[in-house]
């Protein structure tokens, strides 16, 4: 199978991955956040994993740290837009490693969106379900989603991880660089 018969089967592996990555991720988010209103919903703090964090059900209208309370419909517009310029990077790069953590950037994306949706009273005003309370900050799953995912891009771009490969290459006994399935240009 040469390259240019690959790629399409490529493609449609990191699509899988992504969509079946994002489909468990936002699964859990949504669970999670469930579960909370049940369990939380008395009010009251409850102690988890010692002092580091406590469970507090909270309603965010804002963004992190409650920024933007009073516009949560653009809030939800930018998680809109964000999500579709994740897919597109997505169907973009060649690489495996940045479909991945872009499909966890979408789920944290998409799955505090679900909230601004469902349980929205007007356009788009709905408000994010919290209950990680770390003592500066109340957040849930889909902001470590997208924490992680940060860290993990910084990461990728200081290792070096190609976006979109340039075509095989393959070091001559002299040691230049050619492009394979490129007329055998040098790079």
Known sequence: MNSSQQEPRRLRQRVAVFV???AV???LDQVSKALAQIVLGDGAV???LGSLVSLRLLRNPGASLGLGSGATWVISLIAVGACLIIVAL???TTSMAWTMVLSLAFSGAAGNLIDRVAYADGFLNGKVVDFLDYGWSVGNVADIYLTVAGVVV????LADVQFVSAGKVKKTP????IKEGHGGEER
Do not use: M, R, Y
């Open 154 to 157: 910084v990461l990728l771009i």
């Open 25 to 27: 991720a936002i699964g």
């Open 90 to 92: 997505a169907l973009k």
């Open 46 to 48: 409850h102690p988890f």
């Open 174 to 177: 002299d040691f230049q660089e």
């Open 20 to 22: 079946c990555l994002a």
